[in-house]
């Protein structure tokens, strides 16, 4: 046992043979280390490593170290798992295993059956399963050494407007999933499953029954449409035994009219026991939202001192142009700030941190401007966490929009979203970097970006001192995370959607970012060492 | 080999569904077309696309994505035009014989679930296990690590592929499961299936099922078979009812449910 928590601090030495030890519950509340056993590396959403062989002095001479192609890359948005050595990283409705210090592929599972192709944004591992989820709903749990079916079960009916996009959420015992669908009308939810049998454990739906506490919130033409998808994966307080999963836009998208109300639990983010299912608390950023600004941004957990005593508070930025402070253990508003300039349709938020709004910036047939653009002040793409400097590092996108609403009838599921937000040709959208302190709200430090203004890659912080980002230009770039001050860059050549990791094997530390078609990993430069031809593979056999 | 020729007219399977303005395959699952066609396609296609439609000068017709995503019509005209700017004429013959060929040809790459089978897989599954397939090969999560995981074999090959990889299984061995030994510097041997290998790094799954991430730097030697590791003798340990079925059990195993059918399902015109 000891053995092997060495080795998982240093990672695989170098000719190793993966530990037969499956992943356990502790392993991923102790995640990140050598291994990366969650989306965004820990439980809490931090995104940020306790690695500092690369750190603010040396990260200036990394080099890659290994790429590998993914065949059937179009747009890669995995972010990939790490455990003992060995690489997991997904694409639509795949799962491929690699070896992490070489990037040579160890197992491919496809399943070419699936129904639906959608991009994937990643696995989670449990004992010796890698679970995900495939385009048209169905959890697969597979053997992390072999990449064998261990279990495939459907959990959602693509017939009633679901997909899967997300990499689910291991907890304790159980794999959390949830939906995609939000655009076109479907009722969303997340549930719960066994991971060792796949079987349904719990199911809660964001958007209330007819009847139940909520519905008053909606017209009753679409409460059973109403959206609400749930297809970014959540984070999980372990002391608390809380999870916290963001949900998507009310439906249809850009037209309020036929939905008068808050439309809860749209928009919102929702503390869940995930050992029953029920809902201890939510609070919605954006009531009867009318410009597609899912709350599918991170809900980050730490722990800050706040007017003079220790609170636990969970950070998001969202995409309607505010940075969020909550009281994670009741839910409690506790102070929301611009994080965008470009920000025109609430003058602020009041103390319960209900947006007062302007009036005439809700979508209109001859359109209407208004900002941030639909695209949000930030996304899905991952923010970091650095309790060091103190600092939330976050993507950050300034631009407005045009927004075009629809009184035509709503058809559920026939791709229809009431209207449209149009980018404005002569304001293109710029992209930073920004470190805002939670503290106070205020930001830190900027570093803008140059590039067309269309990726959606995020952040991962070490404990270095440096963070590092995909920017809009196809870089992965490292910066100081004290100050912002350019360090390193490396130009992928492709645009970028998807966030870094860093990790550790046979004792060195990497970083890896999936580009449009192919997972690059990075390394401190050594001096290569002439490896001659064994006997044994002069010849074929 | 006389098995399967006895064999294949009973193999009949589903397709594509056609598009609005095509014609339909007047023969689809017709058995007698089926073997109409095979004799068509050893005389007329054989020797360029092998007598099983293995594939040599012209494509493997058996395993192909491109076989199983053209409708029946875009085949038709394939064979009667031919391939422009490639070796393939086009056929002069009849319509009738065309869709003979096309029914034929549609057989041989179909997944074995979504044809109709002869054998009776519970007895199948009776022979996988007196057999020792499970020493190796993995379904559901139970059996071994050398082989490659069946729990969707059904729904990933055609009938053909699973009886020839029973009875021959040395003729395809499916990338990642190549016998490797490796000698390391320390002394040690290890012995299982190269899952990958370059000649600066190995990933190697040994017959314990342990997984070995090496480099090269690392081993004094390392040998990669071109063999299969699992026993060719198949054809003689199994009588020829126990041969159809252990097929019969593997072309079920599926992870979606997958209907055998001998017509495909129509969408346009008047429902009849």
């Given at each position: 046992?000891?053995?092997?928590?060495?080795?998982?601090?240093?990672?695989?030495?170098?000719?190793?043979?993966?530990?037969?030890?499956?992943?356990t519950?502790?392993?991923?509340?102790?995640?990140?280390?050598?291994?990366?056993?969650?989306?965004?590396?820990?439980?809490?959403?931090?995104?940020?490593?306790?690695?500092?062989?690369?750190?603010?002095?040396?990260?200036?001479?990394?080099?890659?170290?290994?790429?590998?192609?993914m065949?059937?890359?179009?747009?890669?948005?995995?972010?990939?798992?790490?455990?003992?050595?060995?690489?997991?990283?997904?694409?639509?409705?795949?799962?491929?295993?690699?070896?992490?210090?070489?990037?040579?592929?160890?197992?491919?599972?496809?399943?070419?059956q699936?129904?639906?192709?959608?991009?994937?944004?990643g696995?989670?591992?449990?004992?010796?399963?890698?679970?995900?989820?495939?385009?048209?709903?169905?959890?697969?749990?597979?053997?992390?050494?072999?990449?064998?079916?261990?279990?495939?079960?459907?959990?959602?009916?693509?017939?009633?407007?679901?997909?899967a996009?997300?990499?689910?959420?291991?907890?304790?015992?159980?794999?959390?999933?949830?939906?995609?669908?939000?655009?076109s009308?479907?009722?969303?939810?997340?549930?719960?499953?066994?991971?060792?049998?796949?079987?349904?454990l719990?199911k809660?739906?964001?958007?209330?029954?007819?009847?139940?506490?909520?519905?008053?919130?909606?017209?009753?033409?679409?409460?059973?449409?109403?959206?609400?998808?749930?297809?970014?994966?959540?984070?999980?307080?372990?002391?608390?035994?809380?999870?916290?999963?963001?949900?998507?836009?009310?439906?249809?998208?850009?037209?309020?009219?036929?939905?008068?109300?808050?439309?809860?639990?749209?928009?919102?983010?929702?503390?869940?026991?995930?050992?029953?299912?029920?809902?201890?608390?939510?609070?919605?950023?954006?009531?009867?939202?009318?410009?597609d600004?899912?709350?599918q941004?991170?809900?980050?957990?730490?722990?800050?001192?706040?007017?003079?005593?220790?609170?636990?508070?969970?950070l998001h930025?969202?995409?309607?142009?505010?940075?969020?402070?909550?009281?994670r253990?009741?839910?409690?508003?506790?102070?929301?700030?611009?994080?965008?300039?470009?920000?025109?349709?609430?003058?602020?938020?009041?103390?319960?941190?209900?947006?007062?709004?302007?009036?005439g910036?809700?979508?209109?047939?001859?359109?209407t401007?208004?900002?941030?653009?639909?695209?949000?002040?930030?996304?899905?793409?991952?923010?970091?966490?650095?309790?060091?400097?103190?600092?939330?590092?976050?993507?950050?996108?300034?631009?407005?929009?045009?927004?075009?609403?629809?009184?035509?009838?709503?058809?559920?599921?026939?791709?229809?979203?009431?209207?449209a937000?149009?980018q404005?040709?002569?304001?293109?959208?710029?992209?930073?970097?920004?470190?805002?302190?939670?503290?106070?709200?205020?930001r830190?430090?900027?570093?803008?970006?140059?590039?067309?203004?269309?990726m959606?890659?995020?952040?991962?912080?070490?404990?270095?001192?440096?963070?590092?980002?995909?920017?809009?230009?196809?870089?992965?770039?490292?910066?100081?995370?004290?100050?912002?001050?350019?360090?390193?860059?490396?130009?992928?050549?492709?645009?970028?959607?998807?966030?870094p990791?860093?990790?550790?094997?046979?004792?060195?530390?990497?970083?890896?970012?999936?580009?449009?078609?192919?997972?690059?990993?990075?390394?401190?430069?050594?001096?290569?060492?002439?490896?001659?031809?064994?006997?044994?593979?002069?010849?074929?056999? | 080999?006389?098995?399967?020729?006895?064999?294949?007219?009973?193999?009949?399977?589903?397709?594509?569904?056609?598009?609005m303005?095509?014609?339909?395959?007047?023969?689809?699952?017709?058995?007698?077309?089926?073997?109409?066609?095979?004799?068509?396609?050893?005389?007329?296609?054989?020797?360029?696309h092998?007598?099983?439609?293995?594939?040599?000068?012209?494509?493997?017709?058996?395993?192909?994505?491109?076989?199983?995503?053209?409708?029946?019509?875009?085949?038709?005209?394939?064979?009667?035009?031919?391939?422009?700017?490639?070796?393939?004429?086009?056929?002069?013959?009849?319509?009738?014989?065309?869709?003979?060929?096309?029914?034929?040809?549609?057989?041989?790459?179909?997944?074995?679930?979504?044809?109709?089978?002869?054998?009776?897989?519970?007895?199948?599954?009776?022979v996988?296990?007196?057999?020792?397939?499970?020493?190796?090969?993995?379904?559901?999560?139970?059996?071994?690590?050398?082989g490659?995981?069946?729990?969707?074999?059904?729904?990933?090959?055609?009938?053909e592929y699973?009886?020839?990889?029973?009875?021959?299984?040395?003729?395809?061995?499916?990338?990642?499961?190549?016998?490797?030994?490796?000698?390391?510097?320390?002394?040690?041997?290890?012995?299982?299936?190269?899952?990958?290998?370059?000649n600066?790094?190995?990933?190697?799954?040994?017959k314990?099922?342990?997984?070995?991430?090496?480099?090269?730097?690392?081993?004094?030697?390392?040998?990669?078979?071109?063999?299969?590791?699992?026993?060719?003798?198949?054809g003689?340990?199994?009588s020829?009812?126990?041969?159809?079925?252990?097929?019969?059990?593997?072309?079920?195993?599926?992870?979606?449910?997958v209907?055998?059918?001998?017509?495909p399902?129509?969408?346009?015109?008047?429902?009849?």
């Open positions: 046992m000891r053995g092997f928590i060495l080795c998982a601090l240093i990672g695989l030495p170098a000719a190793a043979q993966v530990t037969d030890r499956g992943v519950f502790d392993d991923i509340r102790q995640s990140p280390n050598a291994n990366w056993l969650t989306y965004a590396g820990d439980y809490k959403g931090t995104r940020h490593s306790p690695l500092k062989q690369i750190h603010r002095g040396n990260v200036a001479s990394l080099v890659p170290k290994w790429t590998y192609h065949e059937t890359g179009r747009r890669l948005e995995v972010s990939p798992i790490v455990y003992d050595g060995v690489m997991y990283v997904t694409n639509s409705n795949e799962v491929q295993a690699l070896d992490a210090g070489t990037g040579r592929r160890i197992w491919w599972y496809k399943d070419e699936s129904e639906i192709q959608r991009v994937n944004r696995a989670a591992i449990l004992g010796d399963h890698v679970f995900f989820a495939t385009g048209d709903c169905h959890l697969v749990a597979l053997d992390r050494k072999t990449g064998a079916v261990l279990w495939h079960k459907k959990y959602a009916d693509t017939s009633k407007g679901y997909f996009t997300l990499a689910p959420l291991v907890v304790k015992d159980r794999v959390l999933v949830g939906v995609g669908g939000g655009d009308g479907m009722r969303g939810f997340l549930s719960a499953h066994s991971a060792s049998t796949g079987e349904e719990w809660l739906y964001t958007i209330p029954a007819r009847g139940e506490a909520g519905a008053e919130t909606w017209s009753e033409k679409l409460i059973d449409w109403g959206g609400a998808a749930t297809w970014l994966s959540g984070t999980y307080d372990p002391e608390l035994n809380l999870v916290y999963w963001t949900t998507g836009n009310p439906w249809p998208d850009f037209f309020g009219g036929d939905r008068r109300g808050d439309n809860l639990y749209s928009c919102s983010v929702i503390a869940i026991d995930p050992d029953t299912g029920k809902r201890k608390w939510h609070f919605q950023f954006t009531p009867h939202d009318t410009h600004w899912d709350a941004g991170w809900p980050v957990l730490i722990d800050i001192p706040w007017k003079g005593q220790a609170r636990k508070v969970l930025a969202n995409r309607n142009g505010f940075f969020y402070v909550l009281d253990v009741t839910g409690e508003f506790l102070r929301a700030t611009p994080f965008v300039d470009k920000l025109d349709w609430a003058k602020g938020v009041d103390d319960k941190g209900r947006p007062i709004e302007v009036p910036k809700d979508p209109s047939p001859a359109g401007k208004a900002c941030p653009c639909v695209r949000g002040a930030s996304n899905w793409m991952s923010p970091s966490y650095d309790s060091e400097t103190g600092l939330f590092y976050v993507v950050t996108l300034e631009q407005c929009d045009v927004y075009v609403s629809s009184s035509k009838e709503p058809e559920p599921m026939h791709n229809f979203a009431g209207g937000g149009e404005i040709p002569t304001e293109p959208g710029k992209f930073y970097l920004r470190a805002l302190d939670p503290k106070t709200g205020n830190a430090w900027d570093y803008p970006m140059t590039g067309p203004g269309t959606w890659a995020g952040t991962v912080s070490t404990a270095g001192g440096v963070v590092f980002f995909g920017d809009d230009d196809g870089h992965l770039v490292a910066l100081d995370s004290a100050n912002g001050r350019h360090l390193w860059h490396f130009n992928m050549g492709q645009p970028l959607f998807a966030s990791v860093t990790y550790a094997a046979g004792g060195k530390q990497y970083v890896t970012i999936a580009s449009q078609t192919d997972i690059f990993t990075f390394g401190l430069f050594e001096p290569a060492t002439a490896v001659p031809v064994l006997e044994g593979l002069k010849t074929l056999k | 080999m006389r098995l399967f020729l006895l064999l294949l007219p009973a193999v009949l399977c589903a397709q594509p569904v056609p598009r303005d095509e014609p339909d395959n007047p023969l689809t699952g017709d058995p007698a077309a089926v073997e109409a066609g095979r004799k068509l396609f050893t005389a007329s296609c054989g020797a360029c092998g007598a099983t439609g293995e594939g040599g000068r012209g494509p493997n017709l058996r395993d192909g994505k491109l076989i199983r995503r053209s409708s029946d019509f875009q085949m038709f005209n394939t064979i009667r035009k031919g391939v422009p700017g490639s070796d393939m004429p086009g056929a002069n013959l009849p319509d009738a014989n065309i869709w003979q060929l096309v029914t034929f040809v549609r057989a041989l790459g179909a997944p074995a679930a979504e044809t109709i089978v002869p054998g009776e897989p519970s007895r199948g599954e009776l996988y296990a007196k057999s020792g397939c499970a020493g190796c090969h993995m379904i559901s999560g139970r059996g071994g690590t050398l490659p995981d069946l729990s969707n074999i059904g729904a990933a090959r055609s009938y699973l009886r020839e990889s029973v009875l021959k299984p040395g003729e395809r061995i499916s990338a990642g499961y190549q016998p490797v030994t490796v000698k390391l510097k320390d002394g040690r041997t290890l012995e299982g299936v190269a899952r990958n290998y370059t600066y790094s190995f990933q190697l799954m040994d314990d099922g342990k997984l070995y991430l090496l480099n090269a730097s690392d081993l004094a030697d390392a040998k990669v078979d071109v063999a299969s590791l699992m026993p060719a003798d198949y003689e340990r199994l020829k009812e126990e041969m159809t079925d252990l097929v019969a059990y593997l072309s079920k195993r599926t992870l979606r449910p209907e055998a059918r001998r017509r399902e129509r969408r346009r015109g008047a429902p009849r």
